[in-house]
């Protein structure tokens, strides 16, 4: 796995955590991770055929993501879910390969000369 995507995932976690504690929704925790999952999904679609190792810890690690997609998931059993999620990574992450990096995220910079 990419340090990258290590990083992400442990802040999608730290935020998650938080939330759960001051009584978030669900919808909030699911798009406070929303970010990992997708960085998970990009990170399989770029590794090797070849690297079966990777590639079953991001499959594991995407089948875990899904299963906090499910409606009747609690915000806590959300974050267990997280958690799990994260003990599927290596910790110690491989060095980032060419392509393994997310798409840029596009955001609108309010202010300046730019007016509606």
Do not use: W
């Not at 995507?5 to 938080?18: E, P």
């Not at 959300?78 to 390969?97: C, F």
């Amino acid at each position: 796995m990419s340090a990258e995507l290590v990083r992400l995932g442990q802040r999608a976690l730290a935020a998650v955590a938080n939330s759960v504690a001051v009584g978030a929704t669900l919808v909030e925790c699911q798009l406070l991770a929303s970010q990992f999952y997708e960085a998970l999904r990009n990170e399989l679609r770029v590794c090797p055929r070849e690297d079966l190792v990777r590639r079953k810890a991001l499959i594991a690690a995407l089948d875990q993501c899904d299963q906090t997609s499910i409606a009747g998931t609690s915000p806590g059993a959300m974050l267990k879910d997280l958690e799990s999620t994260m003990h599927l990574m290596p910790t110690t992450p491989s060095p980032d390969t060419r392509g393994a990096r997310s798409r840029p995220v596009l955001q609108v910079i309010e202010g300046g000369r730019s007016r509606i």
